[in-house]
Each structure stands twice: as C-alpha cells, then as structure tokens.
C-alpha cells in the first residue's frame, strides 16, 4: 500500500476538507490553525512538562487505581485549537473482545488505562501496557502479530511523530486500528496522521469514560451502529412502587419528552405492565427470553405492544401457569435485542437478586432505585448503591427516588436524613397521593394523563428531563376535556 494513501489502511478519508467538515473532535465549528512551520520541516513549539493532562476520576475505595496529581507531566499548549471528543447520543455497548496494545509515555497515561481496563465497557476486551511511546511500538511489531487495536502515546514534535508512525506501518497489518495520544492541539497533525490511515488523534485532558467511547466508535458494528440508553428501575424493597414508578417514567419519556421508548417488563409472574397500559398481548417478553437465540430484529418487532405511537411494550405473561428457569445469557441477549432498535429502553427489574439482576443494572447507562422514607428501604437502598458504585465507577451513580412520602400517621425518616445516610441526594420526592394513583391504574392510565399539573406527574417528568437532557412538552388538553371543563 503507498503511504501517500493510508499506511494503516485504505478506508479513511484522503480528503482533509471532507474529514474536517463532520469532525466530532473538533469542539464547535472548526477552527484554522495557528501559523507554523511545515510539521514536515522547521521547528515548532515543544509542549511544556508542568501538570497532570488529564482529570482523574473519583475513586469509590483503596482498591482503586489512585492517580498522584502532583507527577509532573506535559502541559498542554492552551492557544491552540481544542479537540473534544464528543459524549455522544444513546447507550454505551460493551467493545467486542478485542486485543489493546497500548504503549504509553506517562504514568498518568497507564493510569488512566487501568481505570478503563476495570470498566463494564471494557470487560471482554484484553489490554496490555508497555511503556516506551511508538519506539516501543516499533520494536514490539517487529517481532509480534498486529492486536486489534494500537494505542500509542507521543509529545514529540509533529515531524518526528510523523517519521515515528511512517517506520510503524511498515511493521503493521493494514486492517489494524491505530489512536494516538498526543500533547499538541494541532489541526495540521491531525491532518496528517488521518492521511496515514491513523484512526483517531486525542488530547488530553480526558475522563476514562471519553476514552473509551473513542475506542467503541473505532469497532461500532457497520451493520448494528446504535444502540439506545438502557435505564433499569428496581425497588430496594417489595411494594414500593418501582413497577409504577418505570411504567410512568416510560410514558413521560415517550410522550411528554417525545423520545421513543420501549418498556420492558422483567417481572415473569407478576409484572403488571399489560394491567397499567390497559392492554391484552397475546405474546409476551417470555416467548423471547425462552428462544432468545430466534429473537432477532423482526421477532422483537412482532412481540412488541404498541401503547402510543412512541411508547412499545415487552409485557410480562398474565398468568403463572409455566414456572420458566431463564439462562441468564437470555436475558443479556433480549435486551441487547431491544436495545439495538430504540433510543431510549427502560426495564422493569424485579425486586429479587440474582446473577442476571446484578448484569443486568451493572450494563445500564442509569440505574434508579425506589425508595421509602422507611429503614428497611435505607439499608437495602444503601446496599445497591454501594454495589453498583464500585462495579460501575465511570458511570452517573444510581439515582435515588423517594416514594409515598408523607403518609398519615407513618412514622418516616426525613428525606435529608435519607440521603445522608444512603450516600446519594433524592433526584425527586414523590408525595403521598394514593387517588391518584388509583385512579390511573384503575383506569389502566399514567398519572400525567389523569392529573398532568398533579405534584408526582410534574417530579416523572422532571426525571424524565434529566435522564434525556431535553425538556418536557408542556400538557394540552383536548377540546373535549375543556368543553367538559376537566
């Protein structure tokens, strides 16, 4: 292959205008860059060693990599244009079991790595780290197979990292992908390591979480390149409303923050979904979690029930009749089946505790845990939160919600004594109002279309918001309702 081409491959844009016009590095429109030499030729500025280049993330416990802020390390040069990588629309899909060699210049860097290695996202590839920058890489290629991914990091002047990446491809399969980690905001550079065939050019400073989105989008699945934010709702105790609780956000998300949303129901033997949403599907989320390997895109559309036009439902069987022991992979399999087909998922987990549970909220973009102002409700919310901080310390933590708050004559716990002793701050406090509930579920509706201005329909949305980042259509009513003044 002519390195005038691509030396890591053939399947990158030549065209530098092309490249730069839809670049999601570039942090708004695109900027010129600074007057400098040819990064081929004459001397340009060296990037300063003064502090860290990169945030480092907050650690849950000991066991965690713990990143020394006072290292010494390059300083990136500030009057030049900044790259940003993007946070990105929709979920995040675990990679695929990929090879990672990354060979690293800064501590800081290897770090930073080892955070990403201990990620759900992360949990099938393999990453190894060697430090030594591209004349590591060089000589390890020399010797070695090609891994699925090279991660190389380099301060060194644009010319010389320029000659460096040259004497790498000539020991590299051409399908390899290749991200470098630079120190220079350099849109000239970054040209030129496109032109190469080099997959991605980064900057510091960065989360772990943006490095690894950066890597997911090198091995997106041509085929399958979306998939939607999975959102699990669990109670951290029976009978706290979690169902009613997942069933209202579902509608909110769908119909007052207009984002398609699937609702799935996990609940088996006693989901309540069909009830809720007045509805009688003849097939249920069972037929797929029984045959998941049959439930592909068409079959997942065939079960499905519509509720509005943007609401689809995954209900649960209206009857115990069959006992069903479900692989847990099955389970993995549905969801990742439904997840590939709507921005937006939101499950229903029961409140039990099992190996598919505990999967299951560890994979999901937001968790939300359903709370009473009760003891019972602190410590076991106080273990869940606990449990999904550590397994997913990259991630939002589980968002807390308060239910049934001011019941007459129960004694409760003070919702800022709650948050306190739980660790995480309440996103919303839904009051006591059992007509309004009632109501709506005896007339199989959401409370937004019973009382939109009601106090707990205005806290769903509010959650609704938060999770999606967009604002809640404000409620009409219809003209018969105002003709009947209701």
């Known amino acids: 292959m002519s390195k005038e081409n691509a030396l890591f491959g053939d399947d990158l844009e030549s065209d530098f205008e092309d490249v730069f016009a839809d670049d999601p590095l570039l942090d708004g429109p695109a900027v010129a860059a600074p007057e400098m030499t040819s990064p081929m030729g004459g001397a340009e500025p060296e990037a300063e060693f003064s502090e860290p280049v990169f945030e480092a993330p907050e650690l849950e416990d000991e066991s ?3 990143v020394d802020l006072d290292v010494p390390s390059r300083e990136v040069e500030q ?7 993007p946070d990105g629309d929709g979920g995040d899909a675990p990679l695929p079991a990929i090879s990672i060699k990354l060979f690293y210049e800064r501590e800081e860097t290897r770090l930073l790595m080892e955070v990403c290695a201990r990620d759900r996202r992360m949990g099938r590839a393999t990453i190894d780290m060697v430090p030594g920058g591209i004349p590591a890489a060089i000589d390890f290629m020399r010797q070695n197979p090609t891994p699925n991914l090279l991660l190389i990091e380099s301060g060194a002047k644009s010319a010389q990292m320029l000659n460096e990446i040259d ?3 000539e020991h590299c399969d051409e399908n390899v992908k290749v991200m470098v980690i630079g120190a220079i905001n350099d ?3 970054y040209r030129q390591l496109v032109a190469r065939g080099v997959s991605e050019y980064i900057v510091p400073p960065f989360q772990p979480v943006q490095v690894m989105r950066s890597i997911s989008a090198l091995f997106i699945d041509p085929d399958a390149p979306f998939v939607g934010k999975q959102i699990s709702v669990v109670g951290a105790k029976g009978g706290v ?3 009613t609780i997942a069933h209202n956000l579902a509608w909110a998300l769908a119909e007052n923050v207009k984002v398609n949303t699937t609702l799935v129901d996990l609940d088996l033997s006693f989901g309540t979904t069909a009830l809720d949403f007045n509805q009688e599907p003849s097939q249920s989320v069972a037929d797929a979690l029984l045959q998941p390997e049959r439930a592909d895109d068409a079959v997942i559309e065939r079960l499905l029930a519509k509720a509005t036009d943007r609401l689809s439902l995954f209900t649960a069987p209206a009857s115990i009749s ?5 692989p847990d992979e ?3 399999l549905v969801i990742e089946g439904v997840r590939r087909n709507v921005p937006y998922l939101v499950l229903d987990i029961p409140h039990v505790w099992s190996r598919w549970v505990q999967r299951t909220l560890v994979a999901s973009d937001e968790v939300i845990i359903v709370c009473q102002p009760d003891l019972a409700s602190l410590r076991n919310g106080k273990n869940f ?6 397994a997913r310390p990259n991630d939002n933590p589980p968002r807390l919600i308060i239910n049934m708050s001011g019941v007459p004559k129960r004694p409760e716990i003070p919702v800022k004594d709650f948050g306190a002793a739980i660790g995480v701050e309440p996103e919303v406090v839904l009051p006591f109002e059992p007509e309004l509930f009632g109501n709506a579920a005896n007339n199989g509706q959401m409370i937004s279309e019973t009382d939109p201005a009601a106090k707990s329909s205005q806290a769903i949305d509010h959650l609704a918001s938060l999770l999606t980042g967009r604002s809640v259509a404000p409620a009409q009513k219809s003209i018969i309702k105002k003709l009947l003044g209701k």
């Not at 009057?79 to 990588?85: E, N």
């Not at 069959?322 to 479900?326: A, F, L, P």
Request: proline share 3%.
């Open 167 to 169: 004497m790498l491809a």
């Open 330 to 332: 099955s389970y993995a």
């Open 187 to 189: 849109i000239a550079l």
């Open 64 to 66: 965690q990599v713990m």
């Open 241 to 243: 409303g979690a169902s």
């Open 385 to 390: 939160i606990d449990q999904l901080k550590n």
């Open 322 to 326: 069959q006992i069903m022991d479900i």
């Open 79 to 85: 009057d030049q244009p900044i790259f940003s990588m």
